[in-house]
């Protein structure tokens, strides 16, 4: 297992000095955690303490620094300590990227997992890499950033409405969770629909993978997705009852780079979308 580098390296915009992975408590910017943050070691911990989550600083805080997967916290960190070498000159985050966005979000967005030189590098959901860059400058369009260009953890990115999470907090290797990872990070996201759910009338799924991830949150949330299930289709649109009222569940092709670089996903395809979540979340 390679050790966490004691090497400090300069953020890219503070120039503050970090370690990779970033210690919790640092300085990192929008680091939740401090040093006294609880960590979850088993699945079991993950279970409980995200039931206990107050509200979302708390869980933002416990989620950062998570350790109940063992395969994922090797992984994430021995990528933050070899790093891509375009980026040898940085600090890497190294820890789990916790939901990102507005505490009331009318739009609740679920991704599938941090990139490995993306929200792993930055500490921020999609932060950093192409995808990202294709989300957020959708965002921007739509009205619901602040900014088009999104570069890391303290450029001034604000979300309106919307909240951004994703399905497992820790960047896999090849991008693929097994099933007990994805299992074990479960109760994080129900928990961040836990504390959200009141606000929420439209939750964007992107990709498949995703869409599965909401009917399951849903159904774990006590809420009914109807049967047979709706099928995910980007533009499909499905009424989801939950014990907090009515939501609308919309899919999104995932912005990878096989979607994006092919035209499969477009620029205006995801605008469209947003613009759907926008105009469901304002209706009465
Ligand atoms: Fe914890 Fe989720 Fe990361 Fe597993 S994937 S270590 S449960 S944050």
Partial sequence: MMRPSHRQLPHPRTGDLFTSPVRPGSGWPGDPATRRTAVAATSADVVTMAAAARNLSQLDAEISVCRACPRLVQWREDVAVEKRRSYADQPYWGRPAPGFGSPRPRIFVV????????????????????????????????????????????????????????????APPGNAPTPAERSTCAP??????????????????????????????????????????????HGVTATLQTPAGDVALLGCYHPSQQNTFTGRLTPAMMDDIFATALAISRAE
């Avoid at 921020?124 to 009205?143: A, E």
Wanted: contains cysteine; proline residues 3%.
């Fill in 188 to 233: 994080w996201l129900d928990a961040e629909w836990r504390l959200t759910a009141g606000h929420v009338r439209v939750i964007v799924a992107l990709g498949g993978f995703a869409w599965q991830v909401a009917l399951a949150m849903i159904r774990r949330a006590g809420g009914a997705v109807g049967a047979p299930a709706p099928k995910f289709g």
């Fill in 111 to 170: 991704g599938l997992a941090p990139a490995a030189h993306g929200a792993n590098r930055t500490g921020r959901v999609f932060t950093g890499d192409r995808s990202g860059d294709f989300l957020f400058g959708s965002l921007y369009r739509t009205g619901l950033a602040n900014q088009q260009t999104v570069t890391d953890s303290a450029d001034g990115l604000v979300l309106n409405d919307i909240r951004v999470a994703a399905a497992v907090r820790c």
